[in-house]
């Protein structure tokens, strides 16, 4: 599975770059699209994002970026961290989390008996180097800021080449290694238990209920068809579940979206279609009435709903009701 990328971690890129319309047409990406805190990109966009970056800028932008970062960018997963008790917690929750951000790659916090290892364990189909640079450059500027008491990193490596890496060597107060085995920041075992200032336990056990509705509930394709699929549920029950409004809030063209649709293979009133048989069953399971079913779907009328629906089904709204009734 290649897996998909929030937006939320792209958004520091545009922030960082100087030409962002030579950007936008580079990557295939919106403003729109980006401004938007559901959607996801695949890999291989946040691959090109972070080159078009690094073209534009320099080799070792990451640490500019980590520098520039406020507080509370990366949304829920970042606020979980700050509000555990430790660094070895807010670590684990980091890793049980990242799919929220990212489930293109997997990171795993091992343990021996000295040291513990903040490892990349997959790496993503189209890397991009610079975002675990970034990572590792913020993990870094966290526990500076949050620690009780200061520790140092016993070395961070990347498996990627690098530049010169005494910039790197600066930043963490560590040795710095590109092209290693293992992408991995190093740090004493005895160092997981310092304490953070931001811990609050209250906090963490209500952002946590809510880190785990995003992880089940976060989308796992970042296709043109997906990102559609998804803007229609919002809009339909306003009667804007139209190719113009859709298009408008990915930052394309009537023309353009039509296009992408073309090239995954369907087409927008495909996808709209889907999206209403989808959710008229749902509303259907939840009671609610044939007429509101209609509004919510963006139909003109009631009966526009029962013909659509007999279609995508054989059965009538009421008939499908009462089959599911009969087999409770």
């Not at 709204?317 to 009462?322: D, G, L, S």
Request: neutral net charge; charged residues 25%; proline residues 5%.
């Amino acid at each position: 599975m290649a897996g998909t990328v929030s937006t939320l971690l792209v958004r520091p890129v545009v922030a960082a770059l100087p030409r962002a319309d030579d950007f936008w047409r580079a990557t295939d990406l919106t403003p729109e699209l980006v401004a938007d805190s559901d959607a996801r990109l695949t890999p291989a966009q946040f691959c090109v994002a972070w080159a078009e970056l690094v073209r534009q800028t320099s080799r070792t932008v990451a640490l500019d970026i980590a520098a520039a970062t406020p507080p509370g960018a990366f949304g829920i997963v970042e606020y979980v961290c700050r509000s555990a008790p430790t660094v070895g917690e807010a670590l684990r929750q980091w890793v049980r989390y990242l799919n929220v951000l990212e489930d293109a790659v997997e990171v795993a916090l091992e343990i021996d008996d000295d040291h513990a290892y903040v490892r990349v364990t997959r790496e993503s189909e189209a890397p991009a180097p610079g975002a675990h640079e970034l990572c590792f450059a913020l993990v870094a500027k966290q526990a500076r800021e949050l620690a009780t008491v200061p520790f140092r990193f016993v070395r961070v490596e990347f498996s990627h080449k690098g530049p010169d890496a005494a910039a790197y060597r600066a930043w963490f107060d560590a040795p710095v290694t590109f092209g290693a085995p293992v992408t991995q920041l190093v740090l004493p075992r005895s160092a997981l238990q310092t304490s953070l200032v931001s811990s609050d336990p209250n906090l963490l056990a209500i952002l946590t209920r809510a880190a785990d509705e995003q992880a089940r509930q976060r989308p796992t394709d970042a296709s043109t068809t997906s990102q559609v699929a998804r803007v229609l549920r919002e809009v339909l029950r306003a009667d804007e579940g139209h190719v113009d409004v859709v298009a408008k809030r990915l930052g394309l063209t009537a023309r353009s979206l039509q296009r992408r649709l073309k090239d995954e293979n369907t087409s927008f009133a495909n996808v709209r279609e889907d999206v209403r048989r989808q959710l008229s069953r749902r509303y259907l399971d939840e009671g609610l009435s044939i007429a509101e079913i209609s509004f919510l779907l963006g139909f003109s009328e009631p009966s526009a709903f029962f013909r659509a629906f007999k279609r995508w089904t054989g059965l009538t709204p009421v008939e499908a009701r009462r089959s599911a009734a009969a087999v409770q």
